[in-house]
């Protein structure tokens, strides 16, 4: 796998992945129903179209050249001190090989003025706190509107110094 940009032409696999991935991840935690209708708002491809044009961002994807087997999303908030991890998710079935660490190093190579990065996550996503928390990040905090403004999914916000 190699970490790049991501474009135009990823976005249907994207939005394919982070429906596999959430469905694999939260459908034990919401049942599918639910899962199935945030990732239709919050995946469609007009929403990651936006991502994509989103002006202090970073949107990228691991490929090995036939798939995509990770993406990961940022962009520089609070006149860019901080950096907001608003996704990255590893299919299942590649998850384990190192994907999502490529992932978060570059997305913190991305921002070398940055002094923080911080993201919410879900707290019965324990394999994603494992991640997180073997990769420098602390509790700053929790948020009840995790992902979206009026989203009602709690969740805890990590946070890691960069400087």
């Known amino acids: 796998m190699f ?18 991935t959430w469905h694999a991840t939260y459908d034990p935690i ?13 995946h469609s491809l007009a929403s990651l179209q936006t991502q ?24 520089a908030i609070d006149e860019g ?8 998710y590893v299919r299942p079935s590649t998850q384990g090989r190192g994907i999502g660490g490529m992932l978060l190093d570059e997305i913190v190579d991305s921002f070398s003025e940055a002094e923080r990065i ?3 996550v879900e ?23 995790c992902g979206r403004e009026q989203s009602g999914i709690p969740a805890l916000v990590l946070e890691r110094r960069l400087a």
């Open 3 to 20: 970490v790049r940009t991501a474009s135009k032409r990823d976005l249907d696999a994207i939005r394919t992945l982070l429906g596999e």
């Open 30 to 42: 919401y049942g599918p129903e639910r899962v199935a209708a945030i990732t239709a708002e919050w």
């Open 52 to 75: 994509l044009e989103r002006p202090h961002s970073e949107f990228l994807v691991a490929d090995d050249g036939t798939a995509i087997g990770g993406m990961a999303f940022a962009s």
């Open 81 to 88: 001190k901080t950096v907001m991890l608003h996704q990255l």
């Open 118 to 120: 911080r993201l919410e």
């Open 123 to 145: 707290e019965a996503n324990v394999r994603a706190i494992a991640f997180y928390r073997a990769a420098g990040f602390v509790q700053a905090g929790r948020t009840a509107n």
